[in-house]
Nanobody
Framework: QLQLVESGGGLVQPGGSLRLSCAAS????????IGWFRQAPGKEREGVSY???????NYADSVKGRFTLSRDNAKNTVYLQMNSLKPEDTGAYYC???????????????????WGQGTRVTVSS
């Protein structure tokens, strides 16, 4: 059974850093596209970052230069390193997976059929 488990969320001050993990089981991550999404209270879920099965990465404009996505095939885990965090980065963060999601449509959350339960990030002083 395909499963995704996020971890690494928490409370951090503005300017701080967190590293989120998305551990996969039941499939090999490098054969799927992986997206990170977040949802702030009262807002729609939005795309944060993406990595294709071939390793192409994309980022939302709001996180470019601050967030870095990487994949460890040996651990079957994707990481989202988040630096220079801002209060507006607060929300529940989810990883999602599906096959054959072209880089041009990575932000479309409806294209992902496999989701983790999420991990909460709070950026506050």
């Amino acid at each position: 059974q395909l499963q995704l488990v996020e971890s690494g969320g928490g409370l951090v001050q503005p300017g701080g850093s967190l590293r989120l993990s998305c551990a996969a089981s039941g499939f090999t991550l490098d054969s799927y596209a992986i997206g990170w999404f977040r949802q702030a209270p009262g807002k729609e879920r939005e795309g944060v970052s993406y990595i294709s099965s071939s390793g192409i990465t994309n980022y939302a404009d709001s996180v470019k230069g601050r967030f870095t996505l990487s994949r460890d095939n040996a651990k079957n885990t994707v990481y989202l390193q988040m630096n220079s965090l801002k209060p507006e980065d607060t929300g529940a963060y989810y990883c999602a997976a599906d096959r054959n999601i072209h880089p041009s449509i990575w932000v479309n959350r409806y294209r992902y059929h496999h989701w983790g339960q999420g991990t909460r990030v709070t950026v506050s002083s």
